[in-house]
Nanobody, 127 residues
Framework: QVQLVESGGGLVQAGGSLRLSCAVS????????MGWFRQAPGKEREFVAA????????YYVDSVRGRFTISRDNAKNTVYLQMNSLKPEDTAVYYC????????????????????WGQGTQVTVSS
């Protein structure tokens, strides 16, 4: 059984910062790329960021590039999303996910390539 547990969400004012964490268990963590997605009310799930199995490659959606940083600590089986300069449009439930296949990073923005998902953590940014 693979389990992913997000934490770190909350309520912040525009311009503030949050760091999300995702603790993973059940498979060999350092063999799989990881991703962050988000979903706002009435919207479909949106890709945010992804990181390769060893952290050597990262990819961001244009709207967060330069503000958000994805990282991972394989010794702790944890992936992070540091969010700075938050905007109201960043308000959403944020989910972490693990790739279906080992050692793959192509199509990292495609949610269909991820098989395991956390329960989500709410991020609310006020004006």
């Amino acid at each position: 059984q693979v389990q992913l547990v997000e934490s770190g969400g909350g309520l912040v004012q525009a311009g503030g910062s949050l760091r999300l964490s995702c603790a993973v268990s059940g498979r060999t963590f350092n063999m799989y790329a990881m991703g962050w997605f988000r979903q706002a009310p009435g919207k479909e799930r949106e890709f945010v960021a992804a990181i390769s199995w060893s952290g050597g490659n990262v990819y961001y959606v244009d709207s967060v590039r330069g503000r958000f940083t994805i990282s991972r600590d394989n010794a702790k089986n944890t992936v992070y999303l540091q969010m700075n300069s938050l905007k109201p449009e960043d308000t959403a439930v944020y989910y972490c996910a693990q790739r279906r296949d080992r050692y793959y990073f192509t199509d990292s923005s495609d949610s269909r390539k991820y098989d395991y998902w956390g329960q989500g953590t709410q991020v609310t940014v006020s004006s």
